[in-house]
């Protein structure tokens, strides 16, 4: 299947679990991070974005810590619903010359058992 | 309405081969970006339109041509295709270039498959 070889992190948990997915980052420069979820077969979808300028932020059932100075970044999820199962990617952008260009982490596959 | 859509969704086809990935999105984005993802799901930026005009051009090889006939539309030429060019590339859009704010639009992804 579309899973074997893939050495990607990954979190396992119970319906009505809280989730977080970690993401480490390691360009200094970077000003802008945002987090993206992969349902299989399609293309990402935006969940929440963070400035350099806040440490956290709240969207619906998901919040987003940023932590400038161990450069990390992760990603609450509250009361995990099994049409959360998906891959999680954090993607950071530089700024500067790097302006537009977001790049994107490795993704953590998370997956919610009923 | 698809958003963000690009065809063809799978393509299998010989190395050497030339192949085309159309990509249009009705968002009225005025950005527009070709991603490519391995097999690792690693997903790398390779190209960047801004009203038509190219302002982002990663390390691709120039087999890769991209065109923007209008900001609508940024289709994916690829020539001389090789084993390692199978991926999926996924097309994205956004208001304005990500930075700014990094809401990308995807599209589902076309799989090309290189035999």
């Known amino acids: 299947g579309e899973s074997v070889g893939l050495h990607l992190p990954t979190l396992s948990v119970q319906e009505g679990d809280n989730s977080i997915i970690n993401c480490a980052y390691s360009?200094?420069?970077?000003?802008?991070f945002i987090w993206y979820k992969q349902e299989s077969g399609k293309g990402p979808q935006f969940i929440i974005d963070?400035?350099?300028?806040?440490d956290k932020r709240q969207g619906q059932r998901v919040t987003v810590l940023l932590n400038k100075t161990v450069k990390h970044l992760s990603l609450q999820i509250a009361a995990t619903q099994p049409g959360d199962s998906a891959v999680y990617f954090c993607a950071e952008n530089a700024g500067g010359t790097s302006y537009g260009k977001l790049t994107f982490g490795q993704g953590t596959i998370l997956t919610v058992h009923p | 309405d698809t958003a963000v859509s690009q065809t063809p969704k799978y393509l299998v086809t010989q190395m050497g081969n030339d192949k085309s990935i159309k990509c249009e999105q009705n968002?009225?984005?005025?950005?527009m970006y070709w991603y490519k993802q391995d097999s690792k799901k690693f997903l790398k930026i390779m190209f960047s339109y801004n009203n038509k005009e190219l302002i982002i051009n990663e390390t691709v090889p120039n087999r890769f041509s991209p065109k923007s006939p209008d900001k609508a539309h940024l289709n994916l030429h690829i020539n001389s295709l090789e084993l390692g060019d199978s991926a999926v590339y996924f097309c994205?859009?956004?208001?304005?270039?990500?930075?700014?704010?990094?809401?990308?639009?995807f599209g589902e992804g076309s799989r090309l498959t290189v035999l």
């Open positions: 968002l009225g984005h005025d950005t």
């Open positions: 994205a859009s956004s208001q304005r270039l990500a930075g700014v704010t990094g809401e990308l639009f």
């Open positions: 360009n200094s420069a970077s000003d802008y």
């Open positions: 963070i400035r350099s300028n806040m």
